[in-house]
C-alpha cells in the first residue's frame, strides 16, 4: 500500500524513534542477563522522591500536534495526546503490540468466542456499557459505529483512515488514486485521481445518488445495534491484521452528538460530502482539531502552539479493573501531566532534569546520550531489570536496549531516469565513467552491494553498537521473522564473485569488472546515518576493485528529495515507521507500495512476492500467516532489491521517582495512565 502517513514531520517523528526518542521492546537476540546478575541488577539505586508527585512534566523535543481530530491525526505528538484522552474497542496488552485486550468492547473477537465469524469477514464488538464521555454524554453503540463510518468518509488524503478502506470496503491502496473514499465513488475516473485543492469542489458536484451510495456502502458494512449493545462491521474480505489496525490511535472512539455540535458531520447520509476534508488545513478550521471529548483517563485542560500542552485527569474514567495483572485501575494516580514542546537546547533541557523541574525527556539521537548518562543514578538494561549505577546520587533512570518500530533502509533504483541528463550516474553508460539507467536490474550487482555492506561499522559508527540487524523485511518479533533465515553479511569475495558474474558488458565487449562504474550517493546535510552509509558502500566497494567508485554527495534535504521523487537517484536511504505492529505494513511497501514504486520495481520481481503477500494477508491464522511469510523471506532475500539494515536500539531517560513506565513498541509516545511518582 503507498502509505500517505506523516508527510513533513516523517523525516523528525523517524529520526526521534530510531535514534531514541521513544524506547522499544527488547530486541530478540539481545541476550538475558545470567541469574547471578539478574540477582545484582535488581538492586534497585538509592530511594528519591518527587517535591510533587501529582504531576509529571515531560520534556519533548517533538513540536506541535497537526490536530487532535482522531479521524485526521497521523503523526506521534498528537497520537500520544489521543492515546491518553480517548479509548479504542480493544488496546495493547502491556508491553505485547500484537496481543489485546479489551478497552471499550467487553471482549476481544475471536473465532473461539464467536466474536469473529467462521469465514473470517464479520468481527461483532459488544459495547461496554456506562461509559462516560469528558462532557457527561454516554457512550452508545451508535457512536462507535459512527466514528469508523466518519473515519471512511471524512478521512481525506492525510488521514490514517486508509488502513481500514481495504479490509472494509475491499479498497487496495492505489499510486494513482487518492486512496480514500474518492476512490469508491469514482474508481480510476477524475475524482479518484485529481489533487486536493480541486477535490473537494468537484466531489460537491457528483451525482447525488452515487454520493448517497457511497454512503450507505460505509453505513451498511458497520452496523450499531443500541438494543443488544454491539457493533458489527462486515470485511470485505478476511484481513488477519484487522484488530491491529483498530487498535491505535485512530480507532479512537469519538461523541457523535458532540461532533456534530462542533461543526463535524452529523451522520446524515445525504450530507456526509459537505464535510469531506481533503487537507489538514480544511480539518484544523473546526474546533474539533483544538479539542477533545474523549473517554480516556486525561482530558485536555489546554494546548499553548509552541508551548506546552497540560492533560488533567478525568475522576469519571470507568476502569474499574485493570487490563492485566498489575495494570492501572480507577482514577489516574498523576492528575495532572505537563508537556513542554520544543524547549530549546540539551544543556537547558538537562538543568531542568538536574533540579527537578522535569520528569522525562526525549534524547535528540544517540549523540546526547553521554551527556544524558552523566545524570544517571540507576542503569536498567531491560525494563524492570535496574542497578545502581556508579553515580549512585545522579537523579536519572536509564531504560537501555529497546528497540525502534522503524528502520532507515538502503533503496536500488531499477530504472533511472536520465531526461534532461543526470549527474548521479556520470556517463549514463558502461564505460567506466558512469553506470546505465538499469544498472541496478542486475540482481548480481544487488546481491554485490549487500555483500560489500558492512554492518558492523555501520552498528558501530551510526548507532553507537546499540542496534541489531535485520535479516528479513518485517521487524524481529513479527509474524514471519526468524533469525534463522537466510541473510547477507560482509563478505568481500562474495562481493567479488557477484560483480564478475554480473553479464553487464561495455559498449567494445568489456565486462563489468573490467572496465568498473561510477556514480553518486546523495545524503542530505547534517545527516550522519546517510553520510557513513554512503562511505561505507564507497570504502568497502572500493576496496574489492579501485574501478568501483562512488561519491558521496552532500546535498540539502530538499534537493535529495527531489531527486529521489524524479526517480534520478540510482540508490538512497530512507525510513519507514510502521502504522501496525504487523509484517503486512512493512512487506506492502517494499513490494508494491511507496517504496517500490520509487524504485520503479520491475513486475516479474513483484508479482510473486506480492501474490504471498495477498494470500498472507487473508490468512487469520497466525501459523499459516507465518508459513507465507517464510516463504516471502526467502524469494525478498534471493531477489535482493534492498539493502535491509537495522533495528536501533533506543533509550528511555526519566527521574528515579518515576514508577510504572513500560514500553510497547507501537504506542504513540507514552501512555501516562500507567504512571506514577513517589
Known amino acids: 500500500m503507498a502509505n500517505q502517513k506523516r508527510k513533513g514531520l516523517q523525516l523528525l517523528i523517524i529520526a526521534a ?15 538475558l542477563p545470567t541469574a547471578a546478575a539478574s540477582a545484582a541488577l535488581t538492586t534497585p539505586a538509592a530511594p528519591v522522591r518527587s517535591k510533587d508527585s501529582s504531576t509529571l512534566t515531560y520534556d519533548t523535543s517533538s513540536g506541535d500536534p497537526e490536530t487532535l481530530d482522531t479521524a485526521f491525526d497521523y503523526e506521534v505528538m498528537g497520537g500520544m495526546i ?11 496488552n502491556k508491553d505485547k503490540a500484537d496481543k489485546f485486550v479489551p478497552q471499550l468492547a467487553t471482549g ?73 473514499i474518492t476512490d469508491l465513488l469514482d474508481p480510476g475516473g477524475k475524482l479518484g485521481n ?42 470485505a474480505q478476511p484481513w488477519g491484521p484487522f484488530l491491529a489496525t483498530l487498535a491505535n490511535a485512530w480507532g479512537s472512539i469519538v461523541d457523535k452528538q458532540w461532533i456534530g455540535a462542533n461543526g463535524g458531520w452529523d451522520g446524515d447520509c445525504h450530507t456526509w460530502q459537505n464535510f469531506y476534508q481533503p487537507t489538514l488545513a480544511d480539518v484544523n478550521k473546526l474546533k474539533l482539531s483544538s479539542a477533545e471529548n474523549g473517554t480516556g483517563p486525561y482530558q485536555l485542560d489546554h494546548w499553548t502552539a509552541g508551548q506546552e500542552i497540560v492533560l488533567k485527569a478525568f475522576d469519571g474514567y470507568w476502569r474499574t479493573q485493570p487490563a492485566w495483572t498489575g495494570g492501572p485501575s480507577g482514577v489516574p494516580r498523576l492528575k495532572s501531566i505537563v508537556i513542554k514542546l520544543d524547549v530549546g537546547q540539551l544543556a537547558d533541557r538537562l538543568a531542568a532534569l538536574k533540579s527537578g523541574q522535569t520528569d522525562m525527556i526525549d534524547p535528540g539521537s544517540p549523540t546526547d546520550w553521554p551527556q544524558m548518562d552523566a545524570l544517571v543514578g540507576e542503569t536498567c538494561p531491560e525494563v524492570n531489570l535496574c542497578s545502581a549505577s556508579a553515580g549512585s546520587g545522579h537523579p ?17 533504483n531499477f530504472k533511472i531516469d536520465t531526461t534532461g541528463g543526470n549527474d548521479f550516474i556520470g556517463s549514463g553508460q558502461l564505460d567506466g565513467n558512469g553506470i546505465p539507467p538499469d544498472f541496478f536490474a542486475d540482481a548480481h550487482v544487488r546481491r554485490a552491494f549487500n555483500d560489500c555492506f558492512d554492518w558492523a561499522t555501520y552498528l558501530k559508527e551510526v548507532q553507537l553498537g546499540e542496534g541489531l540487524q535485520s535479516f528479513d523485511v518485517m521487524l524481529p518479533g513479527e509474524i514471519g521473522y526468524s533469525d534463522q533465515d537466510p541473510h547477507y553479511a560482509y563478505d568481500p569475495n562474495k562481493c567479488k564473485s557477484e560483480l564478475q558474474e554480473a553479464p553487464l558488458k561495455s559498449a567494445d565487449g568489456r565486462s563489468l569488472w573490467d572496465i568498473g562504474f561510477r556514480m553518486s550517493l546523495g545524503y542530505d546535510t547534517g545527516n550522519t546515518q546517510r553520510q557513513v552509509i554512503a562511505q561505507i558502500l564507497s570504502q568497502d566497494l572500493k576496496a574489492v576493485n579501485p574501478k568501483f567508485v562512488i561519491t558521496p554527495a552532500e546535498m540539502t534535504a530538499q534537493a535529495l528529495d527531489t531527486a529521489q521523487q524524479a526517480h534520478k537517484l540510482p540508490v538512497w536511504v530512507t525510513s519507514w515507521l510502521e502504522d501496525i505492529h504487523d509484517p503486512h505494513d512493512w512487506v506492502v511497501v517494499y513490494v508494491t507500495g511507496t ?49 535491509l539494515l537495522t533495528v536501533q536500539n533506543g533509550r528511555q531517560y526519566e527521574q528515579r521517582w518515576v514508577q510504572g513506565y513500560y514500553y510497547n513498541p507501537i504506542y504513540s509516545g507514552l501512555y501516562f495512565y500507567a504512571l506514577s511518582k513517589v
Open 17 to 31: 524513534l530510531l535514534l531514541g526518542a521513544c524506547a522499544r521492546a527488547r530486541a530478540s537476540g539481545t541476550p
Open 82 to 92: 489521543i492515546q491518553n484522552t480517548y479509548d479504542t474497542l480493544i488496546f495493547y
Open 108 to 180: 476481544v473477537p475471536s473465532q473461539a468466542n464467536g466474536g469473529i465469524s467462521a469465514d473470517g469477514r464479520t468481527y461483532t464488538f459488544k459495547i461496554r456499557a456506562g461509559v462516560k464521555f469528558h462532557n457527561g454524554d454516554t457512550l452508545t453503540p451508535d457512536d462507535v459505529a459512527f466514528t469508523f463510518q466518519r473515519g471512511l468518509l471524512q478521512g481525506g488524503l492525510k488521514s490514517p483512515q486508509w488502513l481500514l478502506f481495504q479490509p472494509i470496503l475491499g479498497l487496495a491502496a492505489s499510486p494513482s488514486g487518492n486512496n480514500d
Open 194 to 235: 485529481e489533487p486536493a485543492d480541486q477535490l473537494k469542489a468537484d466531489l460537491l458536484k457528483a451525482d447525488p445518488a452515487r454520493l448517497l451510495a457511497a454512503c450507505q456502502a460505509v453505513t451498511s458494512a458497520i452496523v450499531a445495534d443500541d438494543t443488544a449493545g454491539t457493533v458489527t462491521v462486515h470485511l
Open 396 to 412: 536519572l533512570r536509564v531504560i537501555k536496549n529497546l528497540p525502534a518500530a522503524s528502520r532507515s533502509d538502503v533503496f536500488f
Open 595 to 643: 517504496f517500490a514504486q520509487q524504485q520503479s520495481l520491475p513486475h516479474d520481481l513483484a508479482q510473486p512476492l506480492s501474490a504471498l503477500i495477498n494470500q498472507a494477508v487473508q490468512q487469520t491464522d497466525p501459523d499459516k500467516r507465518a508459513a507465507l511469510y517464510q516463504q516471502f523471506n526467502q524469494a525478498f532475500y534471493a531477489a535482493a532489491p534492498d539493502i
